[in-house]
């Protein structure tokens, strides 16, 4: 077995002979991409044959070029080589008789030193063959730049200096000095740390084996270099991209035999404490360099990520991440259907994009950027829109809906974990934003907040009427604006005023008088807020949360006039004797108003079992309800009204049970 290493090692070193005296003869002799036949090589320097560097005579077939290594590959990397199965298995004594057994752990130091032999070779190849090949060509033809031929190799001169000149002679010490000192825990230790250099190889490698595919095409005398090495018997009819991944595999392997060489020590071994301290500082260099593959990752994705936006110089930045991605609905504030959008959530920001029509470059077009500093997230409660959420940010609030529930949740989700990590990095404006009680579902804006977030509009087909002035809207004389502070739909008389926005960058925009009024301090003398309260005034649209019972009821008959095909009917809790019938939810001022006191229910006479009407004295109401549930419950909310009954606390709420 002594001779079989002897030989083996002396075999590692005559492939950093011959690759010595080779490049030596390549740069004595003329710059001819073939060397000649029967070339000698001295006797010291021939452990292999000169037809090692040959290359194949005409018609001989040529391996194709280099394949390239996908990220898909290097991504599955780390747990390839953790498993350990790419590992040959020793089986102790198999081939050796007892009188030739060695303690285990000095095999597994041997394999060690024997691996770093062969890896060391491979170094050698890199950086003084490949490399200082392709940098004189480089220098010589200037066919391609040296700095593409840096970017390739990065820092594997630094590497294999370190392999060649500090960590092989180390090992091989110590295991010629086995007999005295049987340990090299010590060892590792000391030079584990200068380890950590391959976190920049590892990093620069996915980008290395892009450029290198792309020279091989772009430049003849760079292919022709590389593939007359490759060529070569030295080789190992392997191609330069897969001696470039060996670094990458090292570190990992170094792990596996270290953690065998603990397992095999004996308890009362002077090295078992050392060399768990070895193992654990190899360990740190692993998982630093897993890391540095990672990040690898995570810049790649960026970057795809940028490109698909457009790489807008204000969105590109290399430390975001990015967390979430996909498809949604927007509900618009003007059209009756939802809209196709696209987000893109990062730790710092939400991008709510439109995809472009002609995906030349870009697929997306950013519309708005909201920061995740100070953005809130809520479910919202919409029949008409299921799963649907509200995002609210400084600059801008959305209301989105999602394809599923799971979605919507998935998604609302995503955006409050960015915000708790948002928060956690800065508890004072948290505490500012959230209040002393950290309320997070506040559908309105807080007084304290208005101008300072971008408000959620009011939808135009959820209001009939100026939600100040309480006059109805029509398309010619009376239109729908938006007050860009409180989002509510109000007409051009109620604002005709300008306040500056600190969510828009303090510039002016139309709001209404209230808002005006509480932003600049400025009280009108023509204000007619304290002219009084019609009867059918209610001072708000009354939802589900101040209501007995609520909902949309179709309106049937001659009865109704110019009213509409439908209503929003309430039986608020503050006048649980009286229903409202309003043109839209957010109308302040309704329409009709019933007095239930008296009244009498009964079906309608077309038999359908979801229309019911109400009489009293000559006056008849004929409603239809979406659904016979709903119109059950509304039958009994109206029969308890018109007796007289009257809720006496919060929990007698619902007039309909």
């Given at each position: 077995?002594?001779?079989?290493?002897?030989?083996?090692?002396?075999?590692?070193?005559?492939?950093?002979?011959?690759?010595?005296?080779?490049?030596?003869?390549?740069?004595?002799?003329?710059?001819?991409?073939?060397?000649?036949?029967?070339?000698?090589?001295?006797?010291?320097?021939?452990?292999?044959?000169?037809?090692?560097?040959?290359?194949?005579?005409?018609?001989?077939?040529?391996?194709?070029?280099?394949?390239?290594?996908?990220?898909?590959?290097?991504?599955?990397?780390?747990?390839?080589?953790?498993?350990?199965?790419?590992?040959?298995?020793?089986?102790?004594?198999?081939?050796?008789?007892?009188?030739?057994?060695?303690?285990?752990?000095?095999?597994?130091?041997?394999?060690?030193?024997?691996?770093?032999?062969?890896?060391?070779?491979?170094?050698?190849?890199?950086?003084?063959?490949?490399?200082?090949?392709?940098?004189?060509?480089?220098?010589?033809?200037?066919?391609?730049?040296?700095?593409?031929?840096?970017?390739?190799?990065?820092?594997?001169?630094?590497?294999?200096?370190?392999?060649?000149?500090?960590?092989?002679?180390?090992?091989?010490?110590?295991?010629?000095?086995?007999?005295?000192?049987?340990?090299?825990?010590?060892?590792?230790?000391?030079?584990?740390?200068?380890?950590?250099?391959?976190?920049?190889?590892?990093?620069?490698?996915?980008?290395?084996?892009?450029?290198?595919?792309?020279?091989?095409?772009?430049?003849?005398?760079?292919?022709?270099?590389?593939?007359?090495?490759?060529?070569?018997?030295?080789?190992?009819?392997?191609?330069?991209?897969?001696?470039?991944?060996?670094?990458?595999?090292?570190?990992?392997?170094?792990?596996?035999?270290?953690?065998?060489?603990?397992?095999?020590?004996?308890?009362?071994?002077?090295?078992?404490?050392?060399?768990?301290?070895?193992?654990?500082?190899?360990?740190?260099?692993?998982?630093?360099?897993?890391?540095?593959?990672?990040?690898?990752?995570?810049?790649?994705?960026?970057?795809e990520v940028y490109q698909r936006l457009?790489?807008?110089?204000?969105?590109?930045?290399?430390?975001?991440?990015?967390?979430?991605?996909?498809?949604?609905?927007?509900?618009?504030?003007?059209?009756?259907?939802?809209?196709?959008?696209?987000?893109?959530?990062?730790?710092?920001?939400?991008?709510?994009?439109?995809?472009?029509?002609?995906?030349?470059?870009?697929?997306?077009?950013?519309?708005?950027?909201?920061?995740?500093?100070?953005?809130?997230?809520?479910?919202?409660?919409?029949?008409?829109?299921?799963?649907?959420?509200?995002?609210?940010?400084?600059?801008?609030?959305?209301?989105?809906?999602?394809?599923?529930?799971?979605?919507?949740?998935?998604?609302?989700?995503?955006?409050?974990?960015?915000?708790?990590?948002?928060?956690?990095?800065?508890?004072?404006?948290?505490?500012?934003?959230?209040?002393?009680?950290?309320?997070?579902?506040?559908?309105?804006?807080?007084?304290?907040?208005?101008?300072?977030?971008?408000?959620?509009?009011?939808?135009?087909k959820m209001v009939t009427m100026c939600?100040?002035?309480?006059?109805?809207?029509?398309?010619?004389?009376?239109?729908?604006?938006?007050?860009?502070?409180?989002?509510?739909?109000?007409?051009?008389?109620?604002?005709?005023?300008?306040?500056?926005?600190?969510?828009?960058?303090?510039?002016?925009?139309?709001?209404?008088?209230?808002?005006?009024?509480?932003?600049?301090?400025?009280?009108?003398?023509?204000?007619?807020?304290?002219?009084?309260?019609?009867?059918?005034?209610?001072?708000?649209?009354?939802?589900?949360?101040?209501?007995?019972?609520?909902?949309?009821?179709?309106?049937?008959?001659?009865?109704?006039?110019?009213?509409?095909?439908?209503?929003?009917?309430?039986?608020?809790?503050?006048?649980?004797?009286?229903?409202?019938?309003?043109?839209?939810?957010?109308?302040?001022?309704?329409?009709?108003?019933?007095?239930?006191?008296?009244?009498?229910?009964?079906?309608?006479?077309?038999?359908?079992p979801r229309i019911f009407q109400l009489?009293?004295?000559?006056?008849?109401?004929?409603?239809?309800?979406?659904?016979?549930?709903?119109?059950?419950?509304?039958?009994?909310?109206?029969?308890?009204?018109?007796?007289?009954?009257?809720?006496?606390?919060?929990?007698?709420?619902?007039?309909?049970?």
């Amino acid at each position: 077995m002594e001779q079989a290493n002897v030989e083996q090692q002396a075999s590692v070193c005559n492939l950093v002979a011959v690759f010595s005296n080779s490049s030596r003869t390549l740069r004595a002799g003329s710059r001819a991409h073939e060397l000649e036949d029967g070339q000698a090589i001295p006797e010291h320097q021939q452990p292999l044959t000169p037809e090692s560097w040959e290359a194949p005579h005409v018609g001989e077939t040529v391996g194709s070029g280099p394949r390239t290594v996908s990220r898909t590959y290097l991504t599955s990397l780390k747990n390839k080589l953790s498993s350990g199965a790419w590992r040959k298995s020793w089986q102790p004594g198999a081939s050796q008789g007892p009188e030739m057994q060695e303690p285990e752990e000095k095999r597994v130091v041997r394999e060690l030193l024997e691996t770093e032999q062969a890896y060391v070779a491979r170094l050698y190849l890199l950086d003084q063959v490949f490399f200082q090949e392709l940098l004189r060509e480089a220098g010589r033809s200037k066919a391609f730049p040296e700095d593409v031929v840096r970017l390739i190799f990065s820092n594997i001169s630094s590497i294999y200096c370190f392999h060649a000149q500090f960590f092989l002679p180390e090992l091989q010490r110590r295991l010629d000095d086995w007999t005295t000192t049987p340990r090299i825990g010590d060892v590792i230790q000391k030079l584990a740390p200068f380890l950590k250099m391959y976190s920049e190889y590892v990093k620069n490698f996915e980008r290395a084996a892009e450029l290198l595919a792309t020279w091989m095409d772009k430049s003849q005398p760079f292919q022709e270099v590389v593939s007359r090495i490759q060529r070569s018997k030295a080789s190992g009819s392997l191609t330069l991209q897969h001696h470039m991944l060996e670094p990458v595999q090292r570190i990992p392997r170094y792990e596996l035999l270290l953690k065998e060489y603990v397992q095999k020590l004996p308890a009362q071994s002077q090295d078992l404490e050392d060399a768990q301290r070895a193992l654990d500082m190899i360990f740190s260099a692993a998982q630093h360099s897993n890391a540095a593959i990672a990040e690898m990752e995570r810049l790649q994705g960026l970057w795809e990520v940028y490109q698909r936006l457009g790489l807008e110089d204000d969105i590109v930045d290399p430390s975001n991440t990015l967390l979430r991605e996909g498809p949604v609905l927007k509900i618009s504030f003007r059209r009756s259907d939802p809209m196709e959008r696209y987000l893109f959530l990062f730790n710092n920001m939400l991008l709510y994009c439109v995809p472009r029509v002609l995906q030349v470059g870009a697929q997306f077009q950013v519309r708005t950027r909201i920061d995740v500093a100070g953005m809130k997230v809520r479910e919202l409660t919409d029949a008409e829109f299921p799963h649907s959420f509200l995002v609210s940010g400084k600059q801008r609030t959305l209301e989105l809906q999602a394809r599923s529930q799971e979605e919507m949740v998935s998604w609302m989700q995503a955006c409050q974990a960015a915000i708790d990590q948002a928060e956690k990095r800065n508890e004072t404006f948290k505490a500012a934003v959230q209040g002393p009680e950290g309320d997070t579902q506040e559908p309105e804006l807080q007084f304290e907040e208005l101008g300072l977030r971008a408000p959620q509009w009011v939808r135009d087909k959820m209001v009939t009427m100026c939600m100040r002035c309480q006059e109805p809207f029509n398309a010619l004389t009376r239109r729908r604006h938006h007050c860009r502070a409180c989002g509510y739909v109000v007409c051009a008389k109620c604002s005709d005023y300008r306040a500056e926005l600190k969510y828009d960058h303090n510039r002016p925009n139309r709001v209404c008088l209230a808002c005006y009024t509480l932003l600049t301090g400025n009280v009108l003398p023509d204000s007619k807020e304290d002219k009084r309260r019609g009867i059918l005034e209610k001072g708000a649209s009354v939802g589900p949360d101040q209501s007995l019972i609520c909902s949309f009821l179709q309106l049937i008959g001659d009865k109704w006039g110019r009213c509409g095909p439908r209503g929003w009917c309430v039986i608020p809790q503050d006048d649980p004797l009286v229903l409202y019938v309003y043109a839209a939810p957010q109308d302040i001022r309704a329409h009709t108003s019933i007095p239930l006191l008296g009244y009498q229910v009964t079906s309608g006479p077309q038999g359908d079992p979801r229309i019911f009407q109400l009489q009293q004295s000559g006056q008849l109401y004929t409603f239809k309800a979406e659904s016979e549930e709903l119109q059950g419950r509304w039958v009994r909310a109206i029969k308890r009204a018109a007796s007289g009954w009257t809720p006496e606390g919060p929990g007698e709420g619902d007039m309909s049970d």
